[in-house]
Every structure is written in C-alpha cells, then in structure tokens.
C-alpha cells in the first residue's frame, strides 16, 4: 500500500507543474512567490487550485492565470481546471519561500 | 477557467508619453551642454526659462503622465476613467510644450507665449479630470490616492499661476515683484506637484518592487499634512505676510514631511526581501538620499543675504532638484515600468514565453548610464558654485551621453513594442 494518494500525487504533480510558471515582475516561479494557496484534484470534479496575486489589480494578473491554466492543463488536459482567485489572506512578501528568496538573491 | 481580473490602459497611450519625455531630457541635456554662460548669469532670463520648462513639463511632467495612466489603475485598483481623454492630454501637451519653449527661448511673450500656455493648461485640465474620475471611482482609498490627488490640485494652480506670470509680462497688473510670483510658482510646482506625486506613486511602487513585508504606513499621514501645510503657509506668506520667520517655519514643515518621507523609504529599503537590487532600483533608492542636497541649498536661501551672493546658489538649487532628485528618480523608475508596459501588450497570447521585462533592455548600459547622470550631477553641481566652466562642460556632457544611452534603451525597448518582436 502506498502512503500518498492517486490524487495526492497528482496534487503533487500540479504542484511540479506550477513551479514553471513566473511572476514576470519579481523573476521567480509562482510557487515560490507564495502565491499558490491550494490545489485539489478530485477524479469526479477536477481539478482546483486557489490563488491569490500580489494585488488585486496586478497588470500581469490575466498572464498568470492564463499560465497556470495552461502549465495545468498541459499536464491533465482531459480534466476540468477551476481557478479561483482569493484576496484573503492578502498577500505579502512574507509569503515568499526561503527557496524564493535564495533565487531572488541570485538574479 | 479563470475570470480576467484588472484592465489595463492601452499601452500605445501610455508609451508615447515615455518617449516623448525621453526625447525631451536629451533636448534639455543637449541645451544645458551648449548654454553653460545662462547657468553662471541671473535665474530670470529666456534660455533658462525655457531650459526649465522643457525639464519640468517636456520631461518630468509627461513622464509623470505617461506612468499615471498605467499605474493609477494599479495602485488604485479600479481601470482608468478615459482613454479618450489621455490622448487628447497628450494632443494638447506635445504640442504646447514644444511651443511654449520656444516662445520663452525666443521670449516672444505676447500670443505666442499666451497661445501656447493654453494649450499646455487645457492639456492639463484634461488630465486632472482623468486623474479626479478615476480617483472617485475606487473603493480602495488610501493615503497614496490622497497624495495623487493633492499632487494634481497643486499642479491645476501651478499651470493656473503660470498663465497669469505669462499674462503678467506682457500687461504687468501684478501688485508685487514678478520675481516673487515666479518663486511661488516654481514651489508650487516642485513642492506641490512633483513631491507630493512622487511620494504618493513610490509609497506603492518602492515597497512593491523591493518586496517590503509591513511598510509603516503611518508615516505616510505625517508626511502628507507636514509638505501640506509648510506649502499652504508658503504660498499665503509669500501672497500676503513675506515674513522670513514664517518662511523658516514652512521650510521646516515641509523638511519634516520630507524627513519622515525618507525614513519610511528607510525602514522599506532595510526589511526588503529582495537584497540584490538591478540598476533602476538602485538609481530610485540615490534619489532619495540626493534630496539632501536641494534641503540644503535651500537653508543658505533663506538666509538673507545679497542677492548677488545667492544667485549661484538658486540655480544650484534648480539644477539639484531636476538633474538631481526629479531626473535620478525617473531615470531609475522608467526601466522598472517600461520594459513592463512593453513586456504586458507583447505577451497578450503568451508569446514571449520565458523573456521576463528585464530581458527587453540591457543592464549594462543602464548601469553606466545610471553612472554617468551621477558623474555629471555630482561635478555640475560645484562647477556651478564656483562658476567653473571647464567642469561645468564637462558634468553636463556627462549628463548627455548619460541621456543618449538612456534613450538607446528606450530605443531598444520600443523596438519590441513596434516590431511585436520579443
């Protein structure tokens, strides 16, 4: 018997996944930058990820979440994808990772 | 699926506004190399008249514009009111100013002065409403938006005040010495509109792009009412009191706003996330530490002694503020908002996949230009109070190649946007 999920390593693969995805600005993946808050998949219901952006008017926020849905669904494409946007907890650069935060020392 | 969440203004308005002002500072700093005998004569002649108009208005004040109309929807998180009305703004602003100019180098001060003027503040009228609508329509109101919007009040008076000094030289009705006048609507418009509007857009931009967690954002209401007040009483004194103990102390209210303006950038600059800061961050944060300069140059202006004294240091003071802190600061921002505005409109389908913003320009030519300006800054500033000519030649020719390779920047970012070539 194994100790993760069919849907845990999926989550798990999602969460690969959005690791290519940037944050043009700040220069470092989403994952990192904190901005992932959670990602469920459900064989009956698909797949759900809940973000957040770095501000709720973000100009890149549209070209994040087109790439999110993009790296995810390259990944599952027969599977639905539901992003859902959230504002709580606000983001702050608390959030980033100390992986982040070593790439962000490096560029 | 996900719903589009922020819509940003069209990036074609916004980036003429960029170039338009770049071409504009290497105008100014081509002019500054060739005039150096205005710089060491009296502030009030027609040369450096329409030197200053072109720093203030053709480079500090369209570039202003330009970022307004990206980064007010962002920072108040609510779209633009009118697109319609940034290009008529800058209809009425890129021929005005051009005009304008040259009517104060030539100081043809009877229609084509007025005609020119009226142009410049019908321009200026239009952007105030954009900037007011937009400002009402947000419910995220904040002590940023409170400075935006002052900034803009303070900028209607400034235009207002410079069409009856334009009036004034032809018809003279003013009661007191046109000098006078020219004071207060100089600090109008450096005091009122470019600090206020600087502070008010850094408080966002700087924490943002340095990744500050928890900036003291109580120190923004301090430095509001300090700049506002010291300013108000100016203006009154100047108008109607001309008491120097009051000039002192609105001098030192408005130090006080700057002082605890500074110390909030401080605080965001020693908790950043992000330790390695490119050239254009570096440029914004020297800025702020340049504002020493024109604080301190201001002290011996109020000192009152002969004016024959204190002429170096008034054009020392002019110099310090647009080469220096206005100019610094705006060299540093434009590669930070730019090569974005650029990377945003290129990267509608997802076409640029793994070029970032940064990647659109060269840090390396940004770097020496960012090193050139302060060359050039920090030699002009002593040839001018010693009125040495040799230095003088040789800082503001720093500032010209300095401009040039600021401007081959801007060429090759805006060779993407027009080539839709990543």
């Known amino acids: 018997m194994s100790l993760i999920s069919d849907e845990n390593k999926k989550e798990l693969e999602i969460y690969d996944a959005l690791k290519s995805v940037m944050d043009p600005e700040v220069g470092i993946n989403i994952i990192d930058m904190g901005l992932i808050y959670k990602i469920k998949y459900d064989q009956a219901e698909g797949i759900y990820i809940e973000m957040t952006l770095s501000s709720k008017a973000c100009p890149m926020g549209n070209i994040i979440l087109g790439d999110v849905e993009k790296a995810t669904q390259t990944l599952f494409p027969e599977t639905k994808v539901n992003i859902k946007l959230v504002w709580e907890p606000e983001w702050n650069p608390g959030f980033i990772t100390a992986a982040g935060k070593k790439a962000l020392n490096r560029l | ?422």
């Open chain 2, 1 to 422: 699926m996900h719903a589009p969440v922020h819509q940003n203004t069209k990036p074609g308005i916004v980036v003429s506004y960029y170039v338009f002002a770049s071409l504009a500072f290497l105008a100014g700093s081509l002019i500054t190399l060739v005039s150096s005998e205005v710089f060491f004569g009296h502030y009030f002649q027609p040369r450096l008249l329409a030197l200053t108009h072109l720093l203030a208005l053709g480079w500090g004040t369209m570039m202003i514009f330009g970022a307004l109309f990206q980064f007010l929807p962002v920072l108040l998180e609510t779209p633009l009111y009118s697109e319609r009305l940034a290009k008529l703004t800058f209809g009425f602003m890129a021929t005005g100013i051009p005009g304008l100019i040259y009517a104060f180098w030539e100081f043809s001060i009877g229609w084509p002065l007025q005609l020119f003027s009226v142009l410049v503040i019908t321009g200026t009228v239009l952007f105030s409403i954009n900037i007011f609508k937009t400002v009402r329509g947000t419910s995220a109101h904040n002590i940023a938006a409170d400075f935006i919007s002052t900034s803009v009040a303070w900028l209607l008076l400034t235009v207002g005040a410079g069409i009856v000094l334009a009036l004034n030289l032809s018809y003279l009705f003013l009661p007191a010495d046109h000098l006078l006048y020219l004071k207060l609507h100089a600090h109008l418009g450096i005091v009122g509109w470019f600090l206020l509007l600087i502070i008010g857009v850094s408080s966002r931009l700087i924490p943002m792009f340095l990744l500050s967690p928890d900036p003291p954002k109580a120190l923004l209401n301090w430095a509001y009412y300090l700049i506002n007040v010291g300013l108000c009483g100016f203006i009154a004194n100047g108008l109607m009191v001309r008491s120097s103990i009051l000039a002192i102390v609105c001098f030192l209210s408005i130090t006080g706003g700057l002082v605890v303006y500074i110390t909030y950038i401080i605080s965001c600059y020693k908790h950043r996330v992000r330790k390695n800061l490119d050239a254009g961050m570096r440029g914004s944060v020297l800025a702020f530490l340049i504002l020493a300069l024109p604080i301190a140059l201001c002290i011996v202006l109020l000192w009152e002694a002969e004016e024959k004294f204190l002429l170096p240091f008034y054009i020392a003071y002019g110099v310090s503020i647009f080469f220096g802190f206005i100019s610094t600061l705006i060299l540093g921002q434009v590669y930070k908002t730019l090569p974005f505005i650029v990377w945003l409109s290129l990267n509608k389908n997802g076409n640029l996949q793994k070029k970032l913003p940064r990647d659109l320009y060269s840090e390396t030519l940004a770097k020496f230009q960012i090193l050139f300006h302060l060359a050039g800054f920090v030699i002009l500033l002593p040839a001018l109070l010693l009125k040495t000519e040799t230095f003088f030649i040789l800082g503001s020719a720093c500032i010209v190649i300095s401009a040039v390779i600021f401007n081959m920047n801007v060429v090759k970012i805006m060779y993407h946007f027009l080539s839709k070539k990543p």
